[in-house]
């Protein structure tokens, strides 16, 4: 019903830049938000963004604060993460994922992953040395 492709991982320098995009399509007009997410190895499932559609308000962790910015370009159906100041700690697979609810009247738990329903396949982001 609705699917999602990451492009735009791959090997980068610490302190150097890489931007992630999430390409949309099927039926997810009416999506609530879209959320990104990255996972080491070893580690567990961490978000990362998040952004509302109806009102475009971005989520970010601690983590990547200052550094990552999520966007969206409503003509091309893509979301965008721009990865900036990279570290080695930013290596993971990097997934987008959607909410489909059409709104939510009370707190909207960007962080959680069971907030989403369909997912993307993943790019690999590699912060060498």
């Known amino acids: 019903q609705v699917q999602l492709v990451e492009s735009g991982g791959g090997l980068v320098q610490p302190g150097g830049s890489l931007r992630l995009s999430c390409a949309l399509s099927?039926?997810?007009?009416?999506?609530?938000?879209i959320g990104w997410f990255r996972q080491a190895p070893g580690k567990e499932r961490e978000a990362v963004s998040c952004?509302?559609?109806?009102?475009?308000?971005?989520y970010y962790s601690d983590a990547v604060k200052g550094r990552f910015t999520i966007s969206r370009d409503n003509t091309k159906n893509m979301v965008y993460l721009q990865l900036d100041s990279l570290n080695v700690e930013d290596t993971a697979v990097y997934y987008c994922?959607?909410?489909?609810?059409?709104?939510?009247?009370?707190?909207?738990?960007?962080?959680?992953?069971?907030?989403?329903?369909?997912w993307g396949q993943g790019t690999q982001v590699t912060v060498s040395s």
């Open positions: 994922a959607i909410d489909l609810t059409k709104f939510h009247y009370s707190e909207f738990r960007w962080s959680a992953p069971r907030s989403y329903d369909y």
């Open positions: 099927g039926s997810y007009l009416d999506y609530y938000a």
């Open positions: 952004i509302r559609r109806h009102d475009n308000f971005q």
